[in-house]
């Protein structure tokens, strides 16, 4: 039986976006030198006192809640303390965040890359780079029944399929970048792994069919509430959603 490995799962970023992504006032805090701010572990914590670094020789990032136990926990064990769960369940958990699945280790996901931005990067910045769509791809998102709804002909089904893509401004994703935290960090799709893109000029949604539930979706930008979302891509996702 495949088995996910601990030490795959941390060589993806150390485990810094995934802390990062359950303790979000750690954001800015994090030191590779070990002399970070302090951010407070808990909200009703009257001083902050937890802290987050890089363990060099390990490669992986800890948080110490000196308001607490005191003891170094990279992110399976931030895991395990916040859902109170055994090292299995949160190995697999934090597994799930990186797109890294037991059945394959190596992949289906996205490529991924970070190295620090340049002066010239600035926090906030992002950028999409699309390309052309084709029928496999687009296929992650139609099931069987909606594909076939298309058009009784099989040959101008991918052409419906782009004119639906189309009207809500969805695009097939080549490389996406943003720069935050003083980090460029960029992902890939792959035949395996495409990524979608909702483009709505200076906000759009990242869209990954083959990921985790919880991890499919990404806001770039600055998004609109979604009652108001104009263009709403509900038709185009409903074809997959609910079936996966």
């Not at 302090?38 to 914590?45: G, H, L, M, T, V």
């Not at 992949?107 to 990067?121: D, I, L, M, V």
Request: glycine residues 8%; contains cysteine.
């Amino acid at each position: 039986m495949a088995q996910i490995e601990f030490s795959e799962v941390m060589t993806q970023d150390g485990g810094l976006a995934f802390i990062l992504d359950r303790l979000p006032q750690a954001r800015g805090t994090e030191s590779a030198r070990g002399k970070g701010k302090k951010f407070k572990f808990r909200e009703d914590e009257k001083t902050a006192s937890a802290s987050l670094k890089l363990v060099t020789e390990k490669g992986y990032w800890i948080v110490t809640d000196f308001g607490g136990d005191s003891k170094g926990m990279h992110a399976v064990g931030l895991a395990m303390e916040l859902d109170h769960t055994d090292f299995v369940t949160a190995l697999n958990t934090v597994a799930a965040f990186y797109n890294i699945s037991a059945s394959n280790n190596t992949g289906p996901r996205s490529e991924y890359n970070e190295r620090p931005a340049s002066k010239e990067e600035q926090d906030g910045t992002w950028k999409v780079i699309p390309k052309e769509l084709t029928e496999e791809t687009l296929k992650t998102i139609f099931v069987t029944s909606a594909w076939q709804a298309l058009a009784s002909k099989v040959e101008n089904r991918f052409k419906k399929a782009q004119e639906i893509c189309s009207r809500y401004h969805l695009k097939l994703v080549d490389t996406y970048w943003i720069v935050k935290e003083g980090k460029y960090q960029e992902w890939k799709s792959t035949d395996d792994f495409p990524i979608f893109f909702f483009d709505e000029g200076e906000w759009g949604k990242i869209y990954q069919p083959l990921a985790q539930k919880k991890f499919r979706f990404r806001y770039l930008g600055k998004s609109y509430p979604l009652h108001s979302w104009p263009g709403s891509s509900s038709e185009v996702l409903r074809w997959k959603g609910s079936h996966r």
